[in-house]
């Protein structure tokens, strides 16, 4: 439709679906509206292991579980609008009874970030252009999820463009954190965090370009893997941004518990993935790997506590020291390190990933579509006519004397494929210094580090905080297969994407407005303009109670490692009587 009158059609489109869903939802049997009975919460209290083994023995019926959780679902979604498309009904319901019941999640309810296919509904991404184009049939990874004997029951809320920490659109709505509505989930699979933090489901699959199921996974106080490229299928999806692989995206797993995340990781892989998918590793699950880093001998830890551009808060810090901490009384060597700077893993990453100018997620917008700010202020820089973008990178660096800043800025703009491929071997160069740096100088087994600078942020805040993404994105900078060679906190994450590198996150305490309050001298003014950003909304009084997360980074292809180790850092703080508390299920 032309512009400006596909305004309207927009409109119509955000309405139609809204009434979908909550139509959906109010024609859901009778069962699913009810209180939660003592048999339910004994399935709700059960790990997916265990479920699995009564599905089998006919102890517990699988529709029994699908009901339990998505009447918690139904709960969730009405305390923090987190689900987008209900694919419970009763066509469903008589099709559970003749699932997989020999697969490895038989009977297992999961949960599905809206960007992934599935047939018969749409795949909207947030974009109201998208709806009303039902898929024909499962993507890759639903029918890998449904071989498995798994039951996809819901799909969960994201922010259009999936370039933010926050999980907002016109198409649903916002979605907010389930400890404290005035705060975002995380993004971009908020929609999951928000779930399955409420406890509105066990197990749900994300995707993570630059920290995007690990942040929601530190914001919501939840479990999450980012698996390295080839792992899991990145099969049956839709996107934002189709073509983009400077950083690729990929499909990771997420849980309300560590047991069950390494359950479902593991039961994914044993699906041989490789076998539906084309551009995944023919690797088993590497039960040695797991059982060898679980062992008696004591782990070589290292600990980044800052990503060298927006330092971490009180809170985030004190989690990180929480757990090196109890690594350290547990006879494990536990060393900081300096990697190889995560700066310069921050602007090539950005570049990267936007280096069509933000022409490609703008191209699926319409007129009036509402824009995340994080993302509408890089789309607005990217635009600006060159010569004005040149006199205010003069100005940030020379008269604000910000370099950072001002090199970040200079790097949101479009490219040409000369300029994509001299960045690409940009990012060849600074993944083999770290493989190089972490052989010969760190000789660690995995890395700590915080998963953000900052607990969650509320609200359109990701306005200021747009480029605080390192700690997860630098990453994943090096997440793309070996080539021969001759933004704000963001950044760790980033460095994760860009090198290709396994990392999960789990949660480790909660913020504490006396313990967490910033230093009286601390002076956000002279910071960074990334760090100005996010320190912009940090206050410890008013996040009291928001949960605080510790990433574990491995090497790439380590996710039985950086899961065994997990798994160690969570016994420890138990024994110590530290355990992380999640919200019960009301």
């Known amino acids: 439709m032309i512009t400006p009158f596909d305004y309207f059609e927009h409109r119509r489109a955000c309405k139609q679906k809204q009434l979908e869903r909550s139509t959906r939802i109010a024609n859901l049997p009778p069962q699913y509206h009810l209180p939660i009975s003592q048999y339910e919460r004994e399935i709700l209290d059960k790990p997916i292991k265990e479920l699995v083994q009564d599905v089998r023995k006919t102890i517990i019926k699988p529709i029994d579980i699908l009901r339990s959780y998505g009447k918690v ?14 694919m419970i009904n009763p066509g469903a319901e008589r099709w559970i009874e003749t699932i997989n019941l020999e697969g490895p999640l038989a009977g297992i309810p999961v949960s599905l970030k809206d960007s992934i296919s599935v047939g018969g509904f749409d795949v909207s991404v947030g974009y109201s252009r998208n709806t009303g184009k039902p898929y024909a049939e499962d993507g890759t990874m639903v029918k890998i999820l449904k071989d498995a004997g798994a039951v996809p029951y819901v799909k969960t809320n994201l922010p259009v463009t999936l370039l933010s920490f926050e999980s907002t659109n016109d198409v649903w709505g916002r979605t907010t954190n389930p400890h404290n509505p005035k705060y975002s989930p ?40 980012r698996c390295s490229t080839g792992r899991w299928s990145k099969g049956g999806m839709n ?26 990781t593991k039961s994914i892989i044993e699906m041989k993935p490789w076998e539906y998918d084309h551009s995944v590793h023919p690797l088993p699950w590497r039960a040695d790997a797991y059982d060898e880093a679980k062992g008696p ?44 700077s995560l700066s310069r893993a921050l602007v090539i990453a950005s570049a990267l990933l936007n280096a069509d100018g933000c022409r490609t997620f703008l191209s699926y917008m319409r007129t009036g579509e509402w824009m995340d700010p994080g993302a509408g202020q890089i789309a607005f820089y990217a635009s600006l006519p060159r010569p004005i973008r040149y006199i205010h990178y003069l100005f940030v660096k020379y008269i604000k004397r910000d ?15 000369f300029e994509q491929w001299k960045l690409v071997a940009k990012r060849e160069a600074y993944k083999a210094e770290w493989h190089a740096w972490w052989r010969d100088e760190a000789k660690v087994d995995v890395i700590l ?99 605080v997360g510790v990433q574990v980074v491995g090497r790439r292809l380590q996710e039985e490692k950086v899961l065994a180790v997990m798994e160690t850092v969570e016994n420890l703080l138990e024994a110590e009587g530290k355990q992380y508390e999640l919200l019960a299920i009301e």
């Open 449 to 547: 580090t915080p998963p953000n600078a900052t607990p969650a942020v509320p609200h359109d805040g990701m306005k200021d905080a747009v480029s605080s993404c390192g700690y997860t994105f630098s990453f994943n900078l090096v997440s793309t297969p070996p080539i021969p060679l001759s933004f704000t906190s963001a950044t760790d994450d980033l460095v994760v994407r860009q090198l290709d590198y396994t990392a999960g996150v789990l949660p480790v305490t909660h913020v504490d407005s006396a313990l967490d309050a910033l230093p009286s001298d601390f002076n956000v003014s002279a910071l960074n303009g990334v760090a100005q950003g996010a320190y912009q909304h940090y206050d410890a009084a008013k996040m009291h109670g928001l949960p």
């Open 73 to 86: 679902a139904v709960k969730a979604h009405a305390k923090t609008n987190c689900l987008t498309e209900i």
């Open 297 to 340: 001998k004591p782990l070589r830890i290292g600990v980044m506590r800052t990503d060298g551009v927006v330092p971490p808060s009180p809170a985030c810090a004190r989690a990180l020291s929480t757990v090196a901490s109890a690594l350290s009384s547990a006879g494990h060597s536990v060393i900081d390190v300096q990697p190889p």
């Open 186 to 225: 995380g993004g971009s699979t908020g929609g999951e965090s928000a779930l399955l933090a409420y406890g509105g489901g066990r197990i749900g699959l994300g995707s993570d370009v630059a920290g995007s199921v690990r942040v929601p996974a530190h914001f919501a106080g939840i479990y999450s893997l």
């Open 403 to 417: 370099s950072l800043w001002a090199e970040l800025l200079s790097e949101f703009r479009e490219r040409s494929a």
């Open 239 to 264: 996107t934002s941004m189709p073509g983009q692989e400077g950083i690729p995206s990929v499909f990771s797993p997420m849980a309300r518990t560590l047991p069950d995340l390494v359950y479902f």
